[in-house]
């Protein structure tokens, strides 16, 4: 038994002072901050505040691209002229591509590209992307599409999701290019 155990027996109330392996029940009342701490720090063998900060971290981190992830587009620049079908080629740094829905560890590395077409202001990024003419998900990974526009001037911009079609903290996301179909 350790040197702290006798000073927290004579603090604990309803329970036998005989060394045990047993559950304590604490009076909350009985035990000041400091010592609760250091009977927990004994108990578990961790820092209470140190497990608290890593329970409170983990979901945050979980979906964090590092800061020099970002998305581009490959063969297509700001200001190009092309013909319909636009072939739109993504591109990833930093981070990985994986289907929608992914479970496990790889999902928390990984997200879908979606593509923003004339989209004005971006989505809610709290929220799911919106799946709509304006905001194509390409839930299988797909990193290449050929894309039937219009003639006349488009933007585009890449927006990665996670499993669940939501942005990441802090959104990972490209520059906006403007192209000109004949």
């Known amino acids: 038994m350790s040197r702290l155990a006798p000073r927290v027996m004579r603090r604990v109330s309803g329970i036998d002072h005989r060394p045990q392996q047993s559950s304590m029940i604490v009076s909350a009342t009985s035990i000041d901050g ?27 981190a979980a979906h964090t691209p590092p800061k020099h992830a970002r998305l581009f587009f490959i063969g297509l620049d700001d200001g190009s002229v092309v013909e319909s079908p636009v072939r739109v080629r993504m591109g990833i740094e930093g981070f990985g591509i994986t289907p929608a829905g ?34 194509l998900h390409y839930d299988n990974g797909e990193t290449e599409v050929l894309l039937q526009l219009s003639p006349g001037r488009h933007t585009l911009q890449l927006l990665l999701g996670d499993e669940d079609h939501e942005p990441q903290e802090p959104p990972l996301i490209s520059k906006k290019i403007t192209i000109t179909v004949r």
């Open 102 to 135: 992914t479970t496990g560890k790889r999902r928390h590395q990984a997200g879908h590209h979606h593509l923003l077409v004339d989209v004005d202001q971006l989505p809610d990024m709290s929220q799911p992307i919106p799946a709509d003419a304006q905001h």
């Open 34 to 60: 400091e010592l609760m701490r250091r009977v927990i720090t004994e108990i578990i063998g961790v820092p209470l505040v140190a497990s608290l900060l890593l329970l409170a971290t983990a979901p945050l």
